[in-house]
């Protein structure tokens, strides 16, 4: 993984996170509260007291295939804490393309979307946080609560409001605002479920199918014990290593990206391009 993202980034650098990466905070928007994700360093509360020396870049403390989580783990990079974490730190990187995009629409709701991305740090603090190995002290740091999945569906209802009734499928379209706004909806979905087929038993433990969650477009399947492969958060939350709400805020944030999407199109008078099914 690179060292792009806060939470990921933290997780990959042992416990670094550099707080220009979320940038400047903006009144009444995304404040820095005291989350691991703004600070300018992700130390676990055993570490000592933090150097005002400026962190490097690089570290070496990952070139053997192992990464620390916030806890103090040392986990081997294709973890599922780190496979999330990636998927969490593209889904930032979508979003900010589709930001710039609208900026230049001259869109207000950009607004909107640089505070996903800084709620989308805390998401990968709270991830970077295994419940199994958390104390008290690293629960403090990095709760996740219902607030911001209520503020995602208040910003849905209001943009769905002054949309046309949607009557059949919708195509990634209508203009790059909307396009990318789509891509970064394609991106929250691939962060938010699991991909069993390439899970691997790590200790012994055998995969099981489960059902569906309720109230997401998924289907995982969850480990009896510990297991490493190609996977997101819901796994991560079924197995108890992170919190609800964390899976909670991705699967609104799809249907808020989709909604966006719409709403962009709309308003650059772009057309939005539908499923016709093809002569064959």
Known sequence: MGSGGGGAAAA???????????????????????????DLFLRSPDRGPRSDRAPKIYTKTGDAGFSSTFTGERRPKGDRIFEALGATDELSSAIGLAGEFSSEKGHTFVEQLHKVQCMLQDVGSNI?????????????????????????????????EQLPPLRTFILPSGGKSSAALHFSRAVCRRAERCKPEKAVPRSGGRNSAVPSTKGSLFTCRK??????????????????EADPNVAKYLNRLSDYLFVLARYAAMKEGKEEKIYIKPEL
């Open 12 to 38: 990959e650098r042992g416990g670094q996170v550099s707080a220009g990466g979320t940038g400047a905070a903006r009144p009444g928007l995304c404040p820095p509260p005291p989350s691991p994700a703004h």
């Open 223 to 240: 480990d009896v014990g510990s297991w490493n492969g190609d996977s997101s958060v819901v796994p991560l939350v079924q197995a108890g």
């Open 128 to 160: 970077a946080t295994p419940l199994s190995s958390a104390r008290e002290a690293h629960l403090k740091r990095t709760s996740f609560s219902e607030k911001p999945v209520l503020e995602l569906e208040q910003w849905i209802d209001s943009y769905s």
